[in-house]
């Protein structure tokens, strides 16, 4: 195993606020699919983009050792008025990876369109997001996250409003995106009944890691996250 990230006595406050992160210890390795899970307001968006380097702590050090971020924000899917195609969102996603201002190349647009595929768009990639159902418009930011080629995927409650079929169905396509490019998977999300089966580790935050393990280890009033008392 190799690391991937660590996290070492981090705390954070928001400016002139009280700390919502306290002395945060976690590593994760490469390849690995960790579900990070608590209350509202406990940390885990905080937590994210103190990973991705948009926070600095306010103590401790963050090291992280990925190149390549893909990164879905929590409620990436309101405010998608622009006429935008599902084809076009996921090419923005790819921006990254392009020449400064230049065109998208044939290899970017294959990026592109297996990105599309992975998430089962195909059929609807020349279509308007607006025209897509919710649960379509979240695989749709969830491929552009992939155009990329992440070597990490920070994924911030993408199934809200994703009933449990589809939540399931994205949950297996990260174990295969884990397990055919190696991907290091962050996922945050309120319901993990339905990960909790693909993943080997559930973080729950609360303020600090309240519990760093695998799911059936879990303690059973823990299993609604609303409950989490540390
Ligand atoms: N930009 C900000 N400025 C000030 N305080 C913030 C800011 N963003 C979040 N907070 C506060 O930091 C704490 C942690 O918020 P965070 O968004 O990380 O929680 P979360 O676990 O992602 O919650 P949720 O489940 O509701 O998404 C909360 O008390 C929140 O009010
Ligand atoms: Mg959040």
Redesign the pocket.
Known sequence: MSLALRLEHVSFA??H?TP??RDVELEVQRGEFVAIA????????????LVLGLERPTSGRVEVLLHRYGYLP?RAQTGIDAPLTVRELVGVGRVPRTRLFGPLGHGDREAVREAIDRVGLTPQADRRLSTLSGGQQQRAFIAKALAGEPELLAL??PTTGVDIEAQEALAALLVRLRDELGMTILY?S?EFGAVEHFVQRIVL?RERVVFDGAPSALPGVWHDPSHVHA
């Open positions: 928001y400016a606020g919502v992160l608590g209350p509202n307001g406990g940390g885990k968006t905080t937590l994210l983009r929590q911030d409650e945050v309120h935050i």
